[in-house]
T-cell receptor, first 114, second 113 residues
Framework: GQQLNQSPQSMFIQEGEDVSMNCTSS?????WLWYKQDPGEGPVLLIA?????ELTSNGRLTAQFGITRKDSFLNISASIPSDVGIYFC??????????????FGKGTKLSVKP | DAGVTQSPTHLIKTRGQQVTLRCSPK?????VSWYQQALGQGPQFIFQ???????QRGNFPDRFSGHQFPNYSSELNVNALLLGDSALYLC????????????FGQGTRLTVV
């Protein structure tokens, strides 16, 4: 089945640092989304992207829909302790029908530097 | 505005048993999708319900079935439970069958022993 390759798998952050992560696919997606999941909770939608090249911000988070439509990027500026968690990218191949479901990456785990 | 609610939050079942998980969508949403999330993995799509019918299905066996009620709430049923069915089961709701913006509940942690 379809797979999204998300990197890095994990990273450590120090408060105030900027963070970058990305997601790539062998398939073209119509929509890219980024979610954050805290332990014991469901994923929370952060940003949705609908158009190739689109750059969208949500506070300190900025995400981009890659020009090739096969990748997406998420940046977090000036990280704070509550940014810790697992970030998932998700893509949608089409709109409804047989392609309306979300395909998720394996996640990027953000932890605080000891 | 109530978000997506799932019940129960935790469940322990024995191999071979059957289980029913429940989901109430976010207010105003009419589409419910179910996902299975194994430990350390991203959610995997099980199926989607819209207008009380299963509209799309992922790569899951027939042991997994569901239902959507007229008030848009939904159930996920799993028969003949296997140890490998242990996972976090997530319900997501959205407005319209093709909408990508899915809002998730907190999940039901199912443990099969």
């Amino acid at each position: 089945g379809q797979q999204l390759n998300q990197s890095p798998q994990s990273m450590f952050i120090q408060e105030g640092e900027d963070v970058s992560m990305n997601c790539t696919s062998s398939s073209i997606f119509n929509t890219w989304l980024w979610y954050k999941q805290d332990p014991g909770e469901g994923p929370v939608l952060l940003i949705a992207l609908y158009k190739a090249g689109e750059l969208t911000s949500n506070g300190r988070l900025t995400a981009q829909f890659g020009i090739t439509r096969k990748d997406s990027f998420l940046n977090i500026s000036a990280s704070i302790p509550s940014d810790v968690g697992i970030y998932f990218c998700a893509g949608q191949l089409g709109y409804g029908g047989s392609q309306g479901n979300l395909i998720f990456g394996k996640g990027t785990k953000l932890s605080v530097k000891p | 505005d109530a978000g997506v609610t799932q019940s129960p939050t935790h469940l322990i079942k024995t191999r071979g048993q059957q289980v029913t998980l429940r989901c109430s969508p976010k207010s105003g949403h009419d589409t419910v999708s179910w996902y299975q999330q194994a430990l350390g993995q991203g959610p995997q799509f099980i199926f989607q319900y819209y207008e009380e019918e299963e509209r799309q299905r992922g790569n899951f066996p027939d042991r997994f079935s569901g239902h959507q009620f007229p008030n848009y709430s939904s159930e996920l049923n799993v028969n003949a439970l296997l140890l490998g069915d242990s996972a976090l089961y997530l319900c997501a709701s959205s407005l319209g069958q093709g909408s990508a913006e899915a809002f998730f509940g907190q999940g039901t942690r199912l443990t099969v022993v």
